[in-house]
């Protein structure tokens, strides 16, 4: 509504209705590109409105990404620990073949809880710089906005917020795996 077509007087209808009701209003009218001055301002509150909205989700997003940043963080840490004290563990251990069927299954476990722990700091590292990704281009999105954004760029823009292109829905449901 900001950059409304200009009316086409040219079209034989239009033209018609516009000189049988020529007034100094519909004069004005015409001259501010048809649009009413409430209009303008309603357009413009609602715009204003609608870029704090999203600079307000884009502040959001970026303290859940610092926050998932240092569980990041803390998870790579306890797993790294967890691998050493694992690899210590089995240099304690001698290398003999009779004593490999002494492993109880509770070492077998622990060894299968280790893998399955590396693996999910994989996972969410992975899910981390995904995320990482899709805020830079929605915060490059919404920093780019203004009121004299074209239509087709716009259009643009809300084809890539909706596709979320750094985003794998396989690493996701990875993911999810996880936590459920």
Not at 48 to 53: I, P, V, W, Y
Request: glycine share 2%; proline share 2%; charged share 25%.
């Amino acid at each position: 509504h900001f950059r409304r077509p200009k009316l086409l007087t040219e079209s034989g209808a239009i033209s018609e209705i516009v000189k049988s009701n020529l007034s100094d209003r519909m004069r004005s009218y015409l001259e501010a590109g048809c649009t009413h001055h409430n209009e303008t301002i309603q357009n413009m509150n609602k715009l204003h409105s609608c870029q704090e909205k999203l600079n307000d989700h884009i502040s959001k997003a970026k303290l859940l990404l610092e926050e998932l940043h240092i569980l990041e963080e803390d998870v790579y840490s306890t797993t790294l620990k967890a691998c050493l004290s694992s690899l210590r563990h089995m240099d304690d251990c001698p290398d003999d073949n009779s004593l490999t069927n002494i492993f109880s299954e509770d070492e077998q476990q622990s060894g299968d809880l280790l893998d399955k722990a590396v693996s999910c700091a994989s996972v969410m590292v992975l899910v981390h710089n995904m995320l990482k990704l899709d805020y830079t281009m929605q915060e490059k999105i919404v920093k780019a906005l203004c009121i004299k954004t074209a239509s087709s760029e716009l259009e643009g823009y809300c084809q890539m917020w909706d596709l979320r292109p750094y985003i794998d829905d396989n690493v996701i449901q990875l993911a999810w795996q996880f936590v459920s």
